[in-house]
């Protein structure tokens, strides 16, 4: 069926299919216009991580919706976002962090993010701290800000994004992240880092986070976590850097924020920085319509108490380890799995191509199209695929994901060609 509608990301000759129109989800499964149901293992976009259908974040929202209507954040307050900022507060840390600005998208988070550091640093007087600093590979969103500060070839000329104050160096290299902090330390306002970079589920080494930690200290930039993807359970603790050897200065959140439900996102940031804005009675020069306002933010605290009620943390470790074992059997049997990555609920297959060579982006497409005639979604990813379950999976359907996986794998193999005979 034809529709005006131009959706994100799929060339022209791939609009109007309706076996990519969802009409309705429900648990993990996702049902279509052409009437197939599906087994879910993206999380919808890495964000509905308690499933589908929540009545208790659905009732928060036909509540706020009801009574708030619209109330923002926009030289004002409301309730609704008061509540959001403090329950949000208490699952990333009291004791360190101060205060919330409420956004309404990861990339608009990183774009207010970059901002605040350049900001923070003006007030302490050293306005010439501009540069912010991330890793190859990395993704922070396709607004001009996170576009800027994303590590991979995405088009960014093409579009003219300026990437002047932007530095980029390889994730887990020590030595470079060193030498470039001792060439250009005092013109650095931040570093930013996803704890496991999205596009490749590539997660941070112990050793790279002990430096990172190490030369904030020592050299005064801000560290910033991008947790869009990683917050709420995703890697096994509610946010990833709550196991760092010291915490970031600022954490961005978003995905699982309000379980899907509302675009809504967050930068929280450390009472030193909040108390730098507070003694210089400083606005920071950051708003947005929805950013803030009555129905995401009720969205968001519904989602916390969900995650709560559910336990929601300890049982994504439960399907991560059912994972882990099932993708360690793949990688010890099956003739195009070379390898796996990632971390928890957030793991990459890499796969080869027949010949043992890399998989091509059509190769990908490829196996992706055939897990999902085998029943499941997952997500694309280089030379691979990316399993990224909600964290209230149950067995049966981590099984049920492995077999549809392997499913699209095999189609991949090449048949044996027939004996010749003499």
């Avoid at 499964?29 to 659905?58: C, H, K, M, P, Q």
């Avoid at 360190?96 to 550091?117: C, E, F, I, P, W």
């Avoid at 941070?204 to 030369?215: G, H, I, M, N, S």
Wanted: charged share 20%; aromatic share 6%.
């Amino acid at each position: 069926m034809s529709s005006a509608l131009w959706p994100y990301l799929i060339p022209p000759s791939a609009h109007g299919k309706d076996a990519d129109c969802a009409v309705s989800a429900r648990g993990h499964r996702i049902t279509f216009a052409d009437g197939s149901e599906v087994l879910d293992a993206d999380s919808g976009l890495w964000n509905v991580n308690i499933g589908y259908g929540n009545r208790a974040i659905a009732a928060a929202v036909a509540e706020a919706a009801a009574t708030g209507s619209y109330l923002h954040s926009f030289r004002f307050e409301n309730t609704y976002a008061r509540k959001a900022a403090d329950d949000l507060l208490q699952v990333c840390g009291p004791g360190h962090y101060g205060r919330v600005l409420l956004s309404s998208g990861g990339g608009v988070a990183n774009d207010a993010a970059m901002k605040l550091v350049r900001h923070y640093h003006a007030l302490k007087g050293h306005p010439r701290r501009n540069l912010v600093v991330a890793l190859r590979g990395s993704f922070h969103g396709l607004t001009f800000g996170g576009f800027a500060l994303t590590g991979e070839d995405l088009g960014q000329r093409v579009y003219g994004v300026d990437q002047r104050l932007i530095r980029h160096v390889t994730p887990n290299d020590v030595d470079e992240l060193t030498a470039l902090i001792a060439r250009s330390g005092q013109q650095i306002a931040a570093v930013v880092v996803e704890p496991v970079l999205g596009t490749g589920t590539i997660p941070l080494t112990d050793e790279y986070l002990a430096a990172l930690v190490r030369l904030r200290d020592e050299t005064g930039f801000l560290l910033v976590a991008d947790e869009v993807a990683t917050g709420f359970g995703r890697t096994g603790t509610f946010f990833a850097s709550q196991s760092w050897p010291g915490q970031p200065d600022v954490l961005l959140s978003s995905k699982g924020l309000t379980n899907g439900t509302c675009p809504a996102s967050a930068v929280v940031f450390s009472q030193e920085i909040a108390d730098a804005f507070t003694e210089h009675d400083a606005i920071l020069t950051h708003a947005e319509t929805q950013g803030g306002s009555s129905v995401p933010a009720a969205a968001v605290s519904a989602a916390i108490a969900e995650m709560h009620r559910l336990d929601a943390v300890v049982a994504g470790r439960r399907v991560a380890a059912r994972l882990d074992d099932a993708i360690t059997d793949l990688v010890a049997r099956h003739p195009l799995v070379t390898g796996a990555s990632g971390r928890g609920c957030f793991r990459t297959l890499r796969i080869g191509g027949p010949g043992g060579h890399r998989l091509s982006p059509p190769g990908v497409a490829h196996l992706v199209g055939a897990v999902r005639r085998a029943g499941a979604i997952v997500h694309p990813g280089p030379a691979g695929i990316q399993l990224v379950p909600s964290l209230t999976y149950s067995d049966a359907e981590v099984d049920e994901l492995m077999t549809c996986v392997e499913s699209g794998l095999d189609s991949l193999v090449p048949t044996a060609a027939p004996a010749t005979h003499r």
